[in-house]
């Protein structure tokens, strides 16, 4: 199933979609979001019926759609594929031929009118900000990482072999410098992003404003 929404608006376009991960996991279910604002396609990790995506969820991938190009496969009446200009590529899997064509043609509009906003008027040239997108999104998955490491060395510093490992100053010192230190870092991402967000949108609102 897919949600739709007037590219003008600030609702993303979302959804349910296969993703194909690799022969031996093949295909995962995932939950999509494209922000038309941004042109960011982002995925999360999604159980199925009853399952929702709360509200600061960290994305398990992201990919920018300038510059992309959106194919259905020939495979079956399902499937399309994502090929980022940054090389990347997505391969995806509607429920059903009509969702895949409603996807395809959802995510076509938003990639071209980003390829003309990156192409016209560019704060970078378009393979430096493509290199300064696929880099936000490593830098949120390398952060992923770092916060399941944080969580188990809590476990392990909790399940310690000294006789007071809730008392111990040295445990407790490096528990929560640990923590405190993971906070800061998703901090200093979220600054990140927002600037990111902001400047893309901004100058998107100026190739507009000089376009008319």
Known sequence: MMKSSSLGSNKPLSGQLYKYTNVVKGWQQRWFSVDPETGVLSYYLFDGPGDTIQPG?????????????????????????????????????????RARQEWVNGLRAIAEIHTKVMVANPPLQPREQLAVHDAMAQARQQLQATEISDAALARIIEAADSPFPHTDPDLLLLKATSAASMQCLL?????????????????SKNSSSENH
């Open 57 to 97: 969820q960290p994305a398990r991938g992201e990919a920018h759609l300038a510059g992309a190009g959106i194919c259905p496969s020939d495979e079956d009446s399902r499937t399309f594929t994502i090929n980022c200009a940054s090389g990347d590529m997505l391969k995806l899997r509607a429920t059903d031929a």
């Open 187 to 203: 901090q200093c991402l979220g600054i990140l992003l927002r600037q990111q967000q902001y400047a893309t949108v901004t100058d």
